[in-house]
């Protein structure tokens, strides 16, 4: 299946600072990409959804100041959470996909812990 | 908001024990599609079902799609300790986004 790369697999920052997560398609063009924070009770909320070379299209209660995301090129995707604090520590996770496949192909995710 | 319940939240099962998880949407789905995410893993797709009453195989996991296309079920027989791992329905209706169900834990005993 296509291959959906994320980026760090875990950060530890400091509460203030900003942490930036990458996601990158390997081998296919993805047009539309997803990103999920998944809660301890391992349920997937969706952030936001973001297609190639438009603004982001973030869901109720989420704070689109706080969760940048920027999806510049077909292949790669960031999320950009700033002034972190202890209550963002979470796991995120990107997935992605084309105009063809109907099915998400999921990055790694990414272990965020705010000290 | 279309909303995508999942039970049961967890399931512990004796080796050789079938398991079944159910999920349920608020509205009509155009697709469902079903993942599988091992522990400290990331979800994986396992199958998309779109037809109403589709029911399709995977040796030994059965997934169907209920005929008004708002429910689904993921059985799996005889399971295995290779089964565990958190199982996500997700529902797409219409829209590019899929809303995932809150999963479903299984344990397997050995």
């Known amino acids: 299946g296509a291959v959906v790369s994320q980026h760090p697999s875990r950060v530890i920052c400091k509460s203030g600072t900003s942490v930036k997560i990458e996601c990158r398609s390997l081998d296919f063009q993805a047009t539309t990409m997803f990103w999920y924070r998944q809660f301890p009770k391992k349920s997937l909320m969706l952030m936001a959804t973001?297609?190639?070379?438009?603004?982001?299209?973030?869901e109720q209660g989420v704070e689109k100041d706080k969760f940048l995301i920027n999806h510049a090129s077909l292949t790669l995707s960031t999320l950009t959470v700033t002034s972190a604090h202890p209550e963002d520590s979470s796991f995120y996770i990107c997935s992605a996909r084309d105009l063809i496949n109907t099915e998400a192909f999921f990055g790694q995710g990414t272990r965020l812990t705010v000290v | 908001g279309q909303q995508v319940m999942q039970i049961p939240q967890y399931q512990h099962v004796q080796e050789g024990e079938d398991f079944t998880t159910y999920c349920n949407s608020s509205t009509t789905l155009s697709n469902i599609q079903w993942y599988k995410q091992r522990p400290g893993g990331h979800p994986v797709f396992l199958i998309q079902l779109v037809k109403s009453g589709e029911v399709k195989k995977q040796k030994r996991l059965t997934f169907q799609f209920g005929e008004a296309k708002k429910n689904s079920s993921l059985h799996i027989t005889a399971t295995q300790t290779t089964d565990v791992g958190t199982y996500f329905c997700?529902?797409?209706?219409?829209?590019?986004?899929?809303?995932f169900g809150k999963g479903t834990k299984l344990s397997v005993i050995p």
């Open positions: 997700a529902g797409r209706a219409g829209s590019y986004q899929l809303t």
């Open positions: 973001s297609n190639e070379g438009s603004k982001a299209t973030y």
